[in-house]
């Protein structure tokens, strides 16, 4: 129970961190400077793994819906002129390949309790 909690506080944190990174005018370079399009998928595999191992009572689609809304939520404030960023539909299409892989690798790796 308590390693739950901790993997529910570490994907409350990851979360919270990809939204400031999504929503700076101007986010930090990071090491390697990946793609914008990586970026993406590794927050949003990211965000999979712990919500999988986070939630094992629900199920994936329960899961699934909860990111793919959360990646809209952050393309559509991306929209917001004042921001300076560009919403790419695209990029919520890759949060979502990347969400639903780690959904069922972690799934399929972590035994059910």
């Known amino acids: 129970m308590r390693t739950t909690l901790i993997i529910r506080a570490v994907f409350f944190a990851a979360a919270a961190f ?56 952050i393309e559509i404030a991306q929209a917001i002129p004042a921001l300076g960023r560009d919403a790419q539909w695209s990029d919520w299409f890759a949060d979502m390949g990347a969400a639903i892989l780690a959904l069922g690798a972690t799934r399929m790796i972590l035994p059910r309790l």
């Open 18 to 73: 990809a939204l400031v990174m999504a929503l700076l005018p101007k986010p930090p370079q990071v090491p390697l400077q990946p793609g914008d399009k990586v970026m993406h998928m590794l927050a949003f595999a990211t965000l999979g793994v712990l919500a999988a191992a986070g939630w094992r009572d629900r199920s994936i689609a329960y899961l699934f819906i909860g990111l793919a809304g959360f990646g809209a939520f």
